[in-house]
């Protein structure tokens, strides 16, 4: 045998695995299709947010947080719903929610800051939700900043298998692509590949194909943590489901194109089982990178409540969609709605006042005060005048912004990005005057109103992420700002049915042997373990949670 375990893929989730097992005196191969400037996947590239439950940066804020309402929010966001026939899809994934929101809320912080990860005093307040109290969204906030933001996450536990490999006790097979897995029996035993040509492509960026050889390794175990089909358009649009429309013509993306759902085709072939594939997470608040390193490289607006959201017409969109809400419920409303859905765009119109407190931008690069861990930079980033430095480029460089001194002016320039003169200023103004005649009192008839009133209820918003109520159109707010928004790939949902311990079952519903599956693969635990609707912060910690599991399963039995 060439390892005791072979994990397919270098990122967070394979990493976590690989550390446990490490820990335990394990050997590991870790295979990936890239070069070692990607270790540690998407992780790197994120804002690095973690959804943790009742913290001690939580109750600094005022904030009363418990497992019960936490669970209470993760059950009415999930809404799994596929428990008949002789194997439900949904019957591991709401084991898998459960198993998580208990590790949110349980030892996950202190196991954390023990692997090397340091949390900001931050917590913010993302998926609102539906206007429900048993539906969709979290009721207080927990999306807990890292220092260093996804470096913060993924860098010590790659830090911890690079010391691993200088010691032997993991090897690193870089530019090694999986094309089957390997059976002695019924049991998974291995790999074989193809071996790519080098490639010094730098993180992220898009690499050869060229094949330089084949390879074949062996090993008692094999994990499969290689990610989802987010940089794959062709794959999300096969899977996209019909209750959210129809797929746009025209994405734009949230991650490498070698995020491709490659190995779950591959799985799929082998006879293990998949579930929920039609479950996947996109976001509606993208802008195009003016600076991109992969192809059509989207950023995301991390928003704050204020922005009024408009659809390709110029029709205010109806809740839930308000800026920072519900995800899907506002990606189902843009690509449902028969006279907008052929349409791949919407419109934020916003204030200078609004973009300077409330516009945060995925990414690592994207925010180097938190991503350098530099905390006086941070506070004048966040709090002092002007928008963060980012967010300014983007508005200065960015093909999306239009900046203007009036709302004709703004128009016009909207306008002018589409190849249709698709809005009306008088009827953009009706409404903004109409929302603007909201805001002289301290409550409100108006759904969002409410919201950001609500929102500067609570310290953490009314330091860092709401703007101080005002009129769109007082001029002493402005200039007037509007930023063209498309469709984000970003993440898979469903994926290989696992059990609690990671092992991967087969098409017929037995356990496949020797075959375990981490991250989003494996639907961040069971093939679902969101269900329908995620809550943010979520993700990384399914790939840590499920990494985490994987590891000590295997490191238990061999």
Known sequence: ??????????????????????????????????????????AFWSFGGIFMVNTPMQRRFGVKDSFDLAWQDWQGSAGWDRFSGNLPEDVWAQKWGRAYVEFAAGDKRQWLQEQGVKFTPLVGWAERGDGRAGGHGNSVPRFHVPWGTGTGISEPFADKARAAAADRRVTFYFRHQVDGLIRTGNTVTGVHGTVLAPDSAMRGATSNRDKAGEFELTAQA??????????????????????????????????????????????????????????MWHYTEGIRNWNPIWPDHAIRILPGPSSLWFDALGRRLPAPGFPGYDTLGTLKLLRATPDIAQYDHSW??????????????????????????????????????????????????????????????????????????????????RQILQRDAEMTNRYSKDAQVMGIQNSRRYLGDKLFRTAKPHRILDPAAGPLIAVKLHI???????????????????????????????????????????????????????????????????????
Request: hydrophobic share 40%.
């Open 1 to 42: 045998m060439d390892a005791d375990v072979i994990i397919i893929g270098g990122g967070l989730a394979g990493l976590v695995a690989s550390n446990e097992l490490v820990r335990a005196g394990k050997r590991v191969a870790i295979i990936d299709q890239e070069n070692e400037a990607n270790l540690g996947g998407q």
């Open 222 to 279: 094999v994990v499969i943590a290689t990610g989802g089909i987010g940089g794959n358009h062709e794959q999300v649009r096969k899977w996209w489901p019909e209750r959210l429309g129809t797929p746009p013509a025209t994405m734009i993306t949230g991650v490498p194109k070698h995020v491709d759902g490659r190995m779950l085709d591959i799985a799929d072939a082998a006879g293990v089982r998949l579930v929920n594939r039609d479950r």
């Open 348 to 429: 934020f119109i916003l204030t200078q006042k609004i973009i300077e407190r409330e516009f945060a931008l995925s990414g690592s690069e994207q925010n180097p005060d938190i991503t350098n861990r530099d905390f006086m930079l941070m506070l004048r980033s966040r709090l002092g005048h002007g928008a963060p430095p980012p967010v300014e480029a983007f508005k200065t460089k960015g093909a999306d912004f239009v900046v203007a001194e009036n709302l004709g002016d703004l128009v016009a320039g909207m306008n002018r990005l589409t190849v249709e003169s698709l809005l009306d200023y008088g009827h953009i103004e």
């Open 488 to 558: 984000v790939t970003r993440k898979t949902l469903g994926g290989i049915q696992t059990d609690l311990n990671g092992q991967a079952f087969a098409r017929d519903g037995s356990l496949m042997p020797g075959l375990y599956a981490a991250g989003e693969a494996a639907g961040f635990g069971g093939g679902g373990a969101h269900g329908y609707n995620a809550l943010e912060g979520t993700f990384l910690g399914g790939c840590i949670f499920t990494g985490r599991t994987v590891g000590r399963s295997l490191a238990r039995q061999l």
